[in-house]
């Protein structure tokens, strides 16, 4: 009898001093966790040492009548749902600081160079190419990638000043290949469809480290702006490509009051230390992320603190994980194919899993103005994931969008910088206020800096709109709150329901402008040009 009353005696010191253990490393863990505010540290302190007194009382302490089945059974569910809290609160935080060790893994950047020859020529292999044209474009790695292909096959290098120049060798047959950036030939298509002449006969990528200089900004004490750019394309977010989103949030963590400003992909611009000819803003993209911050400063009159790199798989999968979005529409439509999917969409909030987020973000094909509505529809969408992820609503999907994200953007922002945040949402849990702008302009075809004398479609900016955003973006900073966008009461939600088109995304027939002709700046659809 004494035997087995000291081996449960034991179990029961054992069980207090294991759990007495665990509490103080869960504490030590969420403290160095650097997430947490003080406040809630604190508090979590007291209680772990309350529960501690608890299972003192219950497992250890014995009165004279010794420790009563009653406080034991107390003590052992006390024990099991605590381990079972732990375990939980470790697994979020462990996925958080996962998260956090991510930043600055995705710092490259990928050209991907390909090989042309003429579509009826007889070359089937590199091996049989004797010379290979070129132009010397500043702000890309194309001695990288000749180098590269000298290693497949030594042969000549010609270069040549101008890509009209280059293209027509080509077809003229004055030379054997071309190597040229593959968003940089998807770019001189929009003009010529340069794939009626030509086929792609191999590949190389250029693969380079992107070194962002360290922000000294306290993003909870002092107002910054972040600039998202999308990318026009799927899969490897280091890949270089054109830039068609571009939206610059300014974010005042003082007032709780965030602009975001969009600008048109089209928007003509004179790219950042170049001269003569100005360019899409798109095009920035093909140059690097830096050459997007740096025109966009020259434009605003802004100082661009960090930049979200972004493609279409990340919206995607960042809706999914958190288990979709209400997003405000302007009007009622029905997306094109060419937008990833045939979705009716009603004027109000609806609800937008992945897919129709993704269709709704990139339709501009069935809107009155087009590209200028098509931002309205990207910041409407972003609206929806920030009210999202900073509801409580977000505790159930949490770690879900953690692991959506690894690797599906790139940042200069720091990992202690979003830690600083998010613990300054967890300590106030404030709503947001959230107001948008979109710049607007003309119509027009101009010759670009990246075509050269090819004239393509172009927004020439307006710009009482520009300097209406500037005033914005100086309001902010000097702590003033702005009218909301959008009505937080969103009332009945419509789910929209897909429209089985008769026609595959390849089949959708687009109009085919003269670049040459005569516009009327008040078209507003003149741009229905395939950018996607």
């Not at 940042?411 to 607007?440: F, P, V």
């Not at 966008?485 to 419509?494: D, H, K, Q």
Request: aromatic residues 12%.
């Amino acid at each position: 009898m004494v035997n087995s009353m000291y081996k449960r005696i034991s179990f029961n010191r054992i069980l207090f001093c294991f759990m007495s253990l665990l509490m103080m490393a869960f504490f030590a863990y969420i403290s160095f966790a650097n997430i947490i505010p003080f406040k809630y540290i604190a508090l979590i302190f007291e209680i772990l040492l309350l529960i501690d007194l608890i299972l003192y009382l219950s497992l250890v302490f014995k009165d004279n009548n010794g420790i009563k089945i009653r406080r034991k059974i107390i003590g052992y569910i006390i024990s099991t749902i605590l381990f079972l809290i732990i375990i939980l609160a470790s697994y979020y935080i462990a996925h958080t600081l996962s998260f956090f060790m991510s930043f600055g893994k995705n710092s490259y950047q990928e050209e991907n160079y390909i090989i042309l020859v003429k579509k009826d020529s007889n070359i089937n292999s590199i091996d049989e190419i004797k010379n290979m044209g070129y132009v010397n474009q500043e702000f890309s790695e194309i001695d990288k990638a000749k180098d590269m292909v000298k290693e497949k096959r030594n042969l000549e290098f010609i270069e040549y000043e101008q890509y009209q120049m280059l293209m027509k060798a080509l077809m003229d047959f004055n030379i054997d290949s071309l190597l040229i950036e593959a968003t940089r030939y998807d770019i001189l298509c929009e003009s010529i469809n340069y794939n009626d002449e030509f086929k792609i006969l191999d590949k190389v990528s250029v693969v380079t480290k992107i070194m962002d200089d360290i922000v000294d900004t306290n993003v909870v004490k002092e107002p910054f702006s972040v600039y998202i750019s999308g990318i026009d394309t799927y899969g490897s977010i280091g890949s270089v490509s054109r830039s068609d989103v571009n939206m610059l949030v300014t974010v005042n963590p003082i007032t709780k009051q965030i602009l975001m400003v969009s600008i048109p992909r089209d928007y003509y611009v004179q790219l950042h230390g170049t001269s003569g000819l100005k360019d899409k803003l798109t095009h920035a993209g093909i140059y690097g992320i830096d050459m997007s911050i740096s025109t966009i400063e020259d434009l605003l009159d802004v100082e661009i603190d960090y930049y979200f790199r972004v493609n279409f798989s990340t919206l995607y999968a960042v809706v999914d994980a958190i288990g979709g979005v209400d997003v405000y529409s302007e009007y009622s439509f029905t997306s094109s194919s060419a937008s990833g999917g045939r979705f009716k969409f009603v004027k109000g909030y609806n609800y937008l899993d992945g897919r129709k987020a993704l269709s709704f973000a990139r339709e501009r094909y069935n809107l009155p103005h087009g590209d200028r509505d098509r931002g309205i529809n990207q910041q409407a969408v972003l609206d929806g994931i920030v009210r999202k992820v900073t509801s409580p609503a977000i505790l159930t999907t949490y770690t879900s969008l953690l692991d959506s994200l690894k690797s599906t953007f790139q940042t200069n922002m720091l990992e202690t910088d979003i830690q600083s945040l998010i613990k300054m949402q967890l300590n106030d849990m404030a709503s947001w206020n959230i107001t948008t702008y979109s710049l607007n302009g003309t119509d027009s075809h101009e010759e670009t800096y990246s075509t050269g004398y090819h004239k393509l479609y172009v927004m020439i900016p307006t710009q009482s709109t520009v300097n209406a955003a500037k005033n914005m973006i100086d309001l902010v900073y000097s702590n003033q709150i702005l009218e909301p966008s959008y009505n937080y009461e969103a009332g009945s939600i419509t789910n929209p329901i897909e429209v089985k088109s008769r026609y595959s995304t390849s089949e959708v027939i687009v109009p085919n402008i003269n670049p040459n002709s005569n516009l009327d700046s008040n078209d507003t659809n003149i741009e229905q040009k395939p950018d996607d």
